[in-house]
């Protein structure tokens, strides 16, 4: 377990933003370069087309013209973005951060499941938070329960279906 980088044996830059603290070390090292990068970005960069998805136009000085699609909550339930940095290590690009720069509550509005992921989480984190919002969950809507039933209507059914009589091989 990776404690020595959680907030009770570490204080944090105030360079820093919070949504990077309690993250392990690579993690932090990779989104602050990031994050510097988008230093200074500006709203000019960035059209919000809903309060989940961005364009983002390009650091790239030659083409800047060039802007990429940024979702906070794709359609799979997913953060994304255009670019190869994204696509190569999943982890929050420069053109993410220009997001979470412009519109501070940005972050909190990408999936529980990705910010909580365990590579991009300290794993002495979110093990209590976790065990108590799946409880609360299953005891709402008791759906376990409606799957086994069906299921095992189905299987008896098929189970008391007759055999269908084999065809004839013609030689
Ligand atoms: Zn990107």
Redesign the pocket.
């Known amino acids: 377990m990776n404690v020595g980088a959680s907030d009770q044996h570490k204080k944090y830059d105030d360079s820093v933003p919070s949504f990077l603290h309690n993250r392990p070390k690579t993690v932090v090292q990779h989104c602050m370069h990031r994050w510097i990068d988008s230093e200074n970005s500006t709203l000019d960069d960035i059209d919000q087309v809903s309060s989940l998805q961005f364009l983002v136009k390009s650091f790239n000085e030659v083409n800047k013209t060039l802007c ?1 699609e ?1 979702f906070l909550e794709n359609e799979s339930g997913m953060p994304s ?1 255009q ?1 190869m ?2 696509m190569n290590k999943h982890l929050p ?1 420069k ?2 951060m220009t997001g979470f720069r412009q519109f501070p509550n940005s972050w909190n509005l990408i999936p529980v499941i990705y910010r909580d992921n365990p590579y991009i989480c300290l794993d002495v984190e979110s093990f209590p938070l976790d065990s108590a919002e799946d409880t609360s969950g299953f005891d709402d809507d008791n759906i376990s329960e409606v799957h086994i039933s069906s299921i095992e209507g189905e299987e008896y059914r098929i189970e008391s279906l007759p055999i269908p009589p084999r065809q004839r091989i013609k030689h």
Request: charged fraction near 10%; hydrophobic fraction near 45%; aromatic fraction near 22%.
């Open positions: 990429y940024v973005c670019c940095d994204w690009c053109l993410l």
